[in-house]
């Protein structure tokens, strides 16, 4: 047996059904419509429901239930009748019954503690993962500029080495273009000054620089008359011609 000590019903009676009411129900009317009705609405409750259930789990909603099912009656036999509130104090039960509630409240209480005190770590290790994440990712962004800040400038060396490259290439290339030129000068030239008249002359400041003196009856062979050597020029100059026309 559970025992609620007080039970207070806020109520108002319309003035348009003053006269109705108390004609059908007497100044009294409360008694019938809240007090006799609250005791059985109450022993309802509590019989559809467990003790764990009324004294704990759905005790805060005692007190809208007892409203809905007084205005319910009220509206349909007395409408004059309005329930503004009702509030049903705590009920009393056994000691011993209390004492096991009680425990079981704290037990509650440390679980509902232990559970918010790992939802906390779980939010923190949470926390936790997501700045590691964002340090990781910010670690990253920074590798990844200075990689590609490294692999610009890699690039920049080598397109200034390609061009550096280009320039000495192309010098190079002037330069033996200038050599060639200079040396297909220089062949003409030499072709042009391949004559007779040249290579006697140079034969003769040949026989001139010798200082050697020469004593006896008769003079070294290599001495020739000047005539012959150009003669014998003007032969060869004429076969080289030959062999040029033959080989065009």
Not at 4 to 27: C, P, Q
Not at 61 to 71: H, R, S, V
Not at 155 to 175: F, G, P, T
Not at 205 to 223: Q, V
Request: with cysteine; charged share 30%.
């Amino acid at each position: 047996m559970i025992n609620f000590e007080k039970i207070e019903v806020v109520n108002r009676l319309h003035k348009d059904y003053v006269y109705d009411t108390l004609l059908n129900y007497g100044v009294q009317y409360d008694n019938t419509w809240i007090y006799d009705k609250i005791h059985h609405e109450i022993n309802q409750f509590c019989s559809s429901h467990s003790l764990q259930q009324v004294y704990i789990d759905v005790f805060d909603q005692i007190d809208e239930k007892m409203k809905d099912a007084l205005q319910g009656d009220c509206t349909r036999y007395a409408p004059g009748i309005e329930i503004i509130s009702v509030r049903v104090t705590k009920p009393k039960i056994p000691e011993s019954i209390r004492r096991n509630f009680e425990q079981m409240e704290e037990e509650r209480t440390k679980v509902l503690i232990a559970i918010e005190k790992q939802r906390v770590v779980e939010k923190e290790a949470e926390t936790n993962k997501k700045m590691a994440i964002s340090e990781a990712e910010k670690v990253a962004n920074v590798s990844k500029i200075l990689m590609e800040q490294k692999l610009m400038e890699k690039d920049s060396v080598r397109k200034q080495q390609e061009i550096e490259n280009q320039i000495y290439m192309a010098r190079e290339k002037s330069l033996a273009d200038a050599d060639f030129y200079r040396l297909l000068k220089e062949a003409e030239a030499n072709k042009l000054k391949l004559t007779p008249q040249f290579l006697e002359l140079k034969f003769i400041e040949a026989i001139a620089n010798n200082t050697k003196i020469f004593f006896g009856e008769k003079i070294p062979n290599m001495f020739l008359d000047q005539r012959l050597l150009g003669n014998f020029l003007q032969q060869l100059s004429k076969n080289v011609s030959e062999e040029e026309k033959s080989v065009a």
